[in-house]
């Protein structure tokens, strides 16, 4: 599933643009948090995030914005990517399914060509609603390298204290 590039486009690219370090080695002049090193690490937690929040968000055209995870890229991380896709198959309770119907999502459904297409589309939303939860909190009030650094802070904070991790 994971094992090809993936093409985000209008806001989204941009704002996984402006959360990825790897911006700033492709260009120097390049403006941003550059929070997290690479876009597919973004890829792979974006989706937990906004599942977590209950954030999904379709895809912009509006913008003619474009970003591309090389193949490369996915493939490399595609174990996770493929357990952070069935978690996110399996918790999703935006739809009326059984424990049963979301287990077939998670697990059966992967050759089934058109029910694949739904729930990779599923995870695409989550992802890109995480997204835009990452940079709404990263782009509230910081501009600079120590109040981005302080923005990773307050984030694992606030998700740590939501989601009562560690307690």
């Not at 911006?23 to 876009?39: H, I, M």
């Not at 890229?73 to 309770?93: E, T, Y």
């Not at 995870?123 to 782009?139: A, D, V």
């Amino acid at each position: 599933m994971f094992n090809k590039p993936y093409l985000l486009k209008g806001k989204h690219a941009t704002y996984i643009r402006f959360l990825s370090a790897q911006t700033k080695v492709n260009d120097k002049n390049a403006k941003g948090a550059f929070v997290v090193r690479t876009a597919v690490e973004i890829y792979k937690t974006a989706p937990l995030i906004g599942l977590g929040y209950n954030r999904k968000s379709p895809e912009d055209t509006q913008s003619n914005d474009s970003y591309t995870i090389f193949g490369d890229a996915v493939i490399g991380h595609q174990a996770d990517l493929d357990f952070a896709f069935r978690l996110v198959m399996l918790a999703d309770n935006s739809t009326e399914l059984s424990s049963d119907d979301k287990i077939d999502r998670a697990f059966r459904q992967d050759e089934q060509p058109k029910k694949s297409d739904e729930n990779l589309e599923l995870f695409h939303q989550f992802m890109r609603g995480g997204l835009e939860w990452l940079y709404e909190h990263f782009t509230d009030g910081a501009t600079t390298k120590v109040d981005y650094l302080e923005k990773v802070y307050e984030v694992v904070s606030l998700y740590k204290e939501d989601f009562s991790i560690g307690d």
